[in-house]
C-alpha cells in the first residue's frame, strides 16, 4: 500500500538549534516528492519539488534532500518565525493517472 | 493575482443541512481539487477535476458532489452533511510543479 509517514510529529527546538524534519514513503512509479509549509488557520504553501534521489533543494533556512526511500528537510538556525507545520507530500503512478498522498505533517516549534 | 480563493471561511451547519462550498481561481489552471485536513491525518482527496466538465473522485468522495462548468470556479456540495464532515476543507489548483491551496474553510456539523 501506497504510504507517506513523518516523523517526528512535532519537534520544538530553540532559536539557532539545527535540526532535520523525515519524510518516509514507499509507492510504486515515484514522480515527484513536495514539502509545503503551513500556518494555523491557513492553506499549505509550496515550498519544494524534488524528482530523484541525490537531488537538493534549498530556501533560506531550509535545505529538502531526496533518496530512494526518504527525503529530509533540513532547517539550519531557525528562527522563531520558521514555526509551522511542515507537510510532505508524494506524487506517484496510480490507475489511470497519477495520485497524491500527503503525510500528517510535522509541527515545528522554535522558541526565542 | 489573487491565487485560489474560498468561501466561506468558517460554517456551522446542523445535521441533515446541504451547503455548497465555494472556490475559484484566477491562474488559469486546469486542474482542480479538493481535500479535506483532519487532525492526525494526511491531507485526503474528495473530488478532482482536470478541466472545465470533467471531474472525477478522489480517496473520500462519498456525501460530496462537484461540477466544474468553467475553468475559474469548482463548488463543493455536501448533499446531507453528517458529523464525520466535521474538517477543514481546503481547494487547490495544480502547475506543474506543486499545489497552490486556498485558506481553507472550517466546517462544523453539529
Known amino acids: 500500500e501506497d504510504q507517506v509517514t513523518q516523523s517526528p510529529e512535532a519537534l520544538r527546538l530553540q532559536e539557532g538549534e539545527s535540526s532535520s524534519l523525515n519524510c518516509s514513503y514507499t509507492v510504486s512509479g515515484l514522480r515527484g516528492l513536495f514539502w509545503y509549509r503551513q500556518d494555523p488557520g491557513k492553506g499549505p504553501e509550496f515550498l519544494f519539488t524534488?524528482?530523484?534521489a541525490g537531488e537538493e533543494k534549498e530556501k533560506e533556512r531550509l535545505k529538502a534532500t531526496l533518496t530512494k526511500k526518504e527525503s529530509f528537510l533540513h532547517i539550519t538556525a531557525p528562527k522563531p518565525e520558521d514555526s509551522a507545520t511542515y507537510l510532505c507530500a508524494v506524487q506517484a503512478q496510480g490507475t489511470g493517472g497519477f495520485k497524491t498522498i500527503f503525510g500528517a505533517g510535522t509541527r515545528l516549534f522554535v522558541k526565542a | 493575482n489573487a491565487g485560489v480563493t474560498q468561501t466561506p471561511k468558517f460554517q456551522v451547519l446542523k445535521t441533515g443541512q446541504s451547503m455548497t462550498l465555494q472556490c475559484a481561481q484566477d491562474m488559469n489552471h486546469e486542474y482542480m481539487s479538493w481535500y479535506r485536513q483532519d487532525p492526525g491525518m494526511g491531507l485526503r482527496l474528495i473530488h478532482y477535476s482536470v478541466g472545465a466538465g470533467i471531474t472525477d473522485q478522489g480517496e473520500v468522495p462519498n456525501g460530496y458532489n462537484v461540477s466544474r462548468s468553467t475553468t475559474e470556479d469548482f463548488p463543493l456540495r455536501l448533499l446531507s452533511a453528517a458529523p464525520s464532515q466535521t474538517s477543514v476543507y481546503f481547494c487547490a489548483s495544480r502547475t506543474g510543479v506543486g499545489y497552490t491551496f486556498g485558506s481553507g474553510t472550517r466546517l462544523t456539523v453539529v
Open positions: 524534488l524528482y530523484s
